[in-house]
């Protein structure tokens, strides 16, 4: 039995570091190629565009290691299968529980080492790529992604901000913006006050205290006051009191960065702590919380499904063995992604949707592992 446990144990650390090369540089090529190349082209020097890909590949590491562990599954009993020495160790009375051991082992270490990796590399590496890419901004002329975000007060949510044209750098102006107050009256909280539209807004110092909007439209919709101006040009000193874009240019680039790897696990917690004290709801970030865990559990589950997969009657090429993983993989993301929205939206409780297809993933063990041993 030591034998075939150093066998599995060698074929499954050997497709694991190959595996994590494939599949990383697959997920790059899927999520960042494109757009480190559209940075070059516009701009950015080549070094900090490289150095905006090595702060990415961390959390893409992370999310590697369960396809790594399901493709050195296979391929590792894939090996025994092509051999037939599945059949020499089911004749000499071997469970294949027991031959399952050494994946259980290594894929218990990955699940370790992936959340202490998790916590401990990917959220300094997710803050040095949002603030490089951030950086970056200021070589970037412009673009017309449209950008969005809430300014908040103690009663709740204060503004909304529309961005729908996006920036141009060069004149420090964001295109096609749109403004929503809140009203400040005790008696009509949490109702729109008023709307601002501009065709541009221009920065005019880099505080973000003052800016210009152009070709601008104020639609006041309480029921106490019900008008619509128009005007070439405002300024935030004539605008009614509180209502502006609420940051710098830079600060407006920097909006929408809500990246939750930014954050320890312990760190998520106290945030999440903290906004239910002050009654906000923390649906999205618990779902967050809860994927830091089950993340790193996949790498566990997908190497005991592996297992029984790699067991086929018939002898196949390594080529089949990666097909299966894609596959499984294909359906695994698009549950998680299915139940991530679903979770963030409050849909279903944020530990059900982090945890759904590993659930699932569990069954299928079960299933798969109870016919592999008869």
């Known amino acids: 039995m ?3 446990d150093k066998l599995i144990y060698h074929e499954l650390f050997v497709w694991i570091g190959s595996s994590i090369a494939l599949f990383l540089v697959m997920l790059f090529g899927a999520g960042y190629l494109a757009k480190t190349m559209d940075l070059i082209v516009q701009g950015v020097p080549v070094f900090t565009v490289l150095m905006i890909a090595i702060y990415a590949l ?5 999310q590697t290691l369960p396809m790594a562990m399901l493709l050195s599954s296979l391929q590792a009993f894939g090996r025994l299968s092509g051999d037939s020495e599945n059949i020499a160790i089911a004749a000499s009375g071997i469970s294949f529980y027991r031959v399952c051991q050494p994946v259980v082992v290594v894929g218990l270490s990955v699940s370790v080492i992936a959340f202490i990796w998790n916590d401990t590399v990917v959220p300094p590496a997710a803050r040095a790529y949002w603030s490089t890419l951030q950086s970056a901004t200021k070589h970037i002329q412009a673009t017309d992604q449209p950008l969005h975000y809430i300014i908040e007060n103690s009663h709740g949510v204060d503004e909304v901000v529309n961005i729908q044209g996006g920036y141009d750098a060069r004149t420090q102006s964001l295109r096609n913006v749109t403004i929503i107050k809140f009203s400040e009256n005790p008696k009509t909280y949490g109702r729109v006050w008023m709307v601002l539209h501009a065709q ?14 152009i070709n601008a439209k104020i639609v006041w919709l309480l029921p106490y006051k019900r008008d619509v101006m128009y005007a070439q040009k405002l300024s935030t000193s004539t605008l009614p009191k509180g209502v502006r874009v609420g940051k710098t240019f830079r ?3 920097q909006a929408e960065v809500t990246d939750n790897n930014q954050k320890s696990f312990g760190e998520l917690r106290r945030e999440i702590i903290a906004e239910r004290s ?20 996949a790498s566990l589950i997908f190497g005991v499904v592996g297992a029984p997969l790699g067991i086929r009657p018939q002898r196949g090429s390594r080529a089949v063995g990666f097909g ?49 041993s008869r």
């Open 58 to 62: 961390p959390a893409l590491f992370t």
């Open 200 to 213: 541009r807004a221009i920065a005019r110092d880099p505080k973000g205290l003052n800016w210009d909007y």
């Open 251 to 253: 600060g407006v680039m």
């Open 2 to 4: 030591r034998l075939i």
């Open 278 to 297: 002050q009654g906000m709801d923390p649906l999205g970030d618990e779902v967050d919380l809860y994927q830091k865990l089950s993340l790193p559990l």
């Open 324 to 372: 299966i993983a894609l596959l499984i993989i294909f359906l695994y993301w698009v549950i998680y992604h299915a139940a991530y929205y679903v979770g963030k939206s409050g849909g279903i409780p944020p530990m059900a949707a982090a945890f759904l297809p590993d659930l699932l993933g569990v069954i299928a063990v079960s299933l798969l592992v109870a016919r592999a």
